[in-house]
């Protein structure tokens, strides 16, 4: 069972210090309420017990009091970070690594395409989705990545890329070494997996 711990979570660990601060924090709440859902739903399942009516009330709630939908079975990882957590969507087996910043009215679900079976975004470890970022279907944000505010992604994004636009285009990339910006002028598009600036190359 995934447990509840304040403390997982690094951001809110370092701006939720005092007990007001955690009780008025809608990033820790929004976190919490998926965690203990995500519990719920394990416990129901190995126990028989009817959970469902409680998993339910706890999703609307969620809803009502943060703005945000999480579905439960969208796979959420440590150390994430919702710095204004309003109008955020993630949708049914999504998967959000580590350390991952998402930011407001961010949109992770599936395409929509009625004769295609659903298929929900991979978000790897590190990645930071800007505010109103839209990923739909099967896509793969690679690790380290950044998504600008406003884009539609619509292909795969590869490691330490930073992307945006409509539909989002790679404008350059992180250094894999000391995370500073990597242009095209120092690269060509056939880079390396861990591309390096020139102080680090």
Do not use: W
Request: net charge positive; glycine share 8%.
């Amino acid at each position: 069972m995934e447990t509840i711990r304040f403390s997982s979570v690094k951001s809110l660990s370092n701006k939720a210090k005092t007990l007001r601060d955690k009780l008025f924090s809608l990033e820790l709440q929004l976190l919490s309420c998926h965690r203990l859902i995500r519990n719920l739903i394990n416990l129901r399942n190995k126990t028989k017990l009817p959970f469902g009516i409680i998993v339910r009330a706890l999703v609307y709630l969620t809803q009502v009091i943060t703005s945000c939908h999480i579905h439960p079975s969208a796979r959420i990882g440590e150390n994430c970070s919702f710095p204004h957590p309003t109008g955020i969507v993630i949708g049914k087996n999504t998967i959000v690594g580590n350390n991952v910043r998402i930011f407001q009215n961010v949109t992770l679900g599936s395409h929509g395409y009625a004769n295609k079976p659903n298929e929900y975004p991979i978000v790897e470890d590190n990645v930071t989705l800007y505010a109103g970022a839209i990923v739909l279907g099967g896509i793969h944000v690679g690790f380290g990545a950044t998504i600008g505010a406003g884009s539609i992604v619509t292909r795969d994004i590869p490691p330490y890329s930073i992307a945006y636009g409509n539909p989002a285009r790679i404008r350059g990339y992180h250094c894999s070494n000391c995370g500073n910006k990597v242009d095209f002028s120092d690269y060509n598009e056939l880079i390396s997996e861990k591309p390096l600036c020139k102080e680090c190359s």
